[in-house]
């Protein structure tokens, strides 16, 4: 029972059967195959949008090298302060903007507080040779927290980016949590809202290893096949990357496997947070769940063998994230143990 992360899980049965298949036979290489050629247009029909789509390796190259594209040296790009970008990519934002600074804003939930970033944005720097240029804002989908952004509140940001000229980015390595937890179009909760650039998770979402950076303004990705390849994701075997995406896409397995992992998370919550002394501590809209449990509990669950992340030793606090694969068999096993402790 590992609930440490949705990157613990394996592959989907699916994006394995797709792997075999495209393993069979030469093609093109650099992403002149066959698969590689249908991204955009398998991307724009799920958006119902024009899009230019890249495939890349991780989570952190699709963030970096797609905020590279809109946010230049002497930039500022606005965060949350709890945004991955901030705390777990050491300082690839930075290398790979060539310098942009991170402003980082606070926010409940780990969502940016819109009226901190008008605040931020009311200091004068624009056009100010002596400070950063305020050029994006990078929001989070699902947040840190396990918490997601409505349409609303996306639109909320994206109306201060039109406003000050930024370009709006969201890094959705849980995106298809969000979009699932929502139940929205992805075209509701990214272009329609104001969205210019999409890091599409699928590695945590039960990919081998992949994700695309989805433009949704084409003219903003004209430097990303050169700063791709400078930055080492352009990959020669580019079909094993691509057919992954569009098995994902196809019949919806990335929305269906998505909501397999929300479902046990909110399962989770609820019998968790009913437990005598325990706490749920954000609201649970995608998979993850932060819970604030007594030490017996918690020790009763690794002495059955369950794995998660101590969030706060000194608050007591826990995380357990649930990927596709979990089973209401494995989140009853977890409660139970709590809950047997706890008598």
Known sequence: MDFRSDNVAGAAP??????????????????????????????????????????????TAANVLSLSCIAPGYGAIYCHQDAHIVTDECNAPEFFTGGAKLVTLPGENGKIDVAALD????????????????????????????TVYSVDEVAAIAERCKRHNMKLHMDGARFANAVAGLNVAPADLTWRAGVDVLSFGATKNGAMGVEAVVFFKP??????????????????????????????????LWLRLAREANARARELADGLGNLPGAKVIWPVQANEVFVQLPAAAADAMRKRGALFHTWS????????????????DDTAALVQAASAALK
């Open 14 to 59: 699916e994006i394995m059967a797709a792997l075999m298949e495209a393993n069979k036979g030469d093609v093109s290489s650099y992403g002149a195959d066959p698969w590689s050629l249908k991204l955009d247009a398998a991307f724009s029909a799920l958006f119902e949008h024009e899009c230019k789509v890249f495939p890349v390796a991780t989570g």
């Open 119 to 146: 605040a931020a944005l009311s200091l004068g720097w624009a056009g100010s040779q002596h400070n950063p240029q305020p050029s994006a804002v990078s929001i989070t989908q699902a947040t840190e927290a396990g």
């Open 219 to 252: 003219e903003l990705a004209e430097s990303f096949l050169y700063r791709r390849k400078r930055g080492a994701h352009l990959f020669s075997k580019a079909r094993f990357l691509s057919v992954q995406l569009l098995a994902m896409l196809d019949n919806g």
């Open 313 to 328: 030793e000194a608050d007591s606090l826990y995380r357990f994230v649930c990927a596709f694969d979990k089973t209401r």
